[in-house]
């Protein structure tokens, strides 16, 4: 299984970087990785980087890796608690998403 971690430090890393190439190819290794993992991959390597640097992934890049633990995981309160909690984190755009996923949350409890 891929391990999307050392995409993700790629991608940081990438990022904090001037190289517009090496920003892309981070980027589109990260979104490959991602995709095939699994929700514990996915919530393993958000764990690791966020603990590390919270900083470190851009929104797009945690939404989307919110979005496929959720995907494979559409009944795991706790996950769609933190999912919410983490699109709270990035201004107003995805408080209605993320209002969803609260009130889905308290709907399987």
């Given at each position: 299984?891929?391990?999307?971690?050392?995409?993700?430090?790629?991608?940081?890393?990438?990022?904090?970087?001037?190289?517009h190439?090496?920003?892309?190819?981070a980027?589109?290794?990260?979104?490959?990785?991602?995709?095939?993992?699994t929700?514990?991959?996915?919530?393993?390597?958000?764990?690791e980087?966020?603990?590390?640097?919270?900083?470190?992934?851009p929104?797009w890049?945690?939404?989307?890796?919110?979005?496929?633990?959720?995907?494979?995981?559409?009944?795991?309160?706790q996950?769609?608690?933190?999912?919410?909690?983490d699109?709270?984190?990035?201004?107003?755009?995805?408080?209605t998403?993320?209002?969803?996923?609260?009130?889905?949350?308290?709907e399987?409890?």
């Open positions: 299984m891929p391990d999307p971690t050392p995409a993700a430090r790629s991608l940081s890393q990438a990022i904090d970087g001037v190289d190439q090496q920003v892309n190819e980027a589109r290794e990260f979104v490959e990785k991602l995709t095939f993992a929700a514990d991959e996915i919530l393993a390597m958000l764990g980087i966020l603990d590390e640097d919270w900083t470190a992934l929104p890049a945690r939404n989307l890796a919110y979005r496929l633990a959720c995907l494979q995981r559409p009944d795991d309160p996950l769609l608690r933190e999912a919410a909690a699109l709270l984190s990035f201004g107003p755009d995805w408080d998403f993320a209002e969803d996923l609260k009130r889905h949350a308290a399987l409890e």
